[in-house]
Nanobody
Framework: QVQLVESGGGSVQAGGSLRLSCAASGLTVSTRLMAWFRQAPEKEREFVAGIRSSGSTNYPDSVQDRFTISRDNAKNTVDLQMSSLKPEDTAVYYC???????????WGQGTQVTVSS
């Protein structure tokens, strides 16, 4: 049974940093396409960062150079280091895992990140 559990959310002032972690069970993160998404109130869920089995990463322009996705193969976790946070980064952040087709099938329950100005 696949399970993704996020942790590390919280409240921070603009310009601050937070590190989110996603603990996976039932799958091996190093062999999967893993990603972080976020959803702000009344907005659609958006892609934030992705890491492939090869280790290559990608980010949208909105977080490029501020967010870094990484994985710890020994712990089977995927982390998201967020810096220079802005109020518009406020959202619930979700960890996700894709299946072979590229569809994100497995999702965590989400963790709240609130950035105050």
């Amino acid at each position: 049974q696949v399970q993704l559990v996020e942790s590390g959310g919280g409240s921070v002032q603009a310009g601050g940093s937070l590190r989110l972690s996603c603990a996976a069970s039932g799958l091996t993160v190093s062999t999967r396409l893993m990603a972080w998404f976020r959803q702000a109130p009344e907005k659609e869920r958006e892609f934030v960062a992705g890491i492939r089995s090869s280790g290559s990463t990608n980010y949208p322009d909105s977080v490029q150079d501020r967010f870094t996705i990484s994985r710890d193969n020994a712990k089977n976790t995927v982390d998201l280091q967020m810096s220079s946070l802005k109020p518009e980064d406020t959202a619930v952040y979700y960890c996700a895992c894709a299946i072979a087709s590229g569809t994100y099938k497995y999702w965590g329950q989400g963790t709240q990140v609130t950035v105050s100005s």
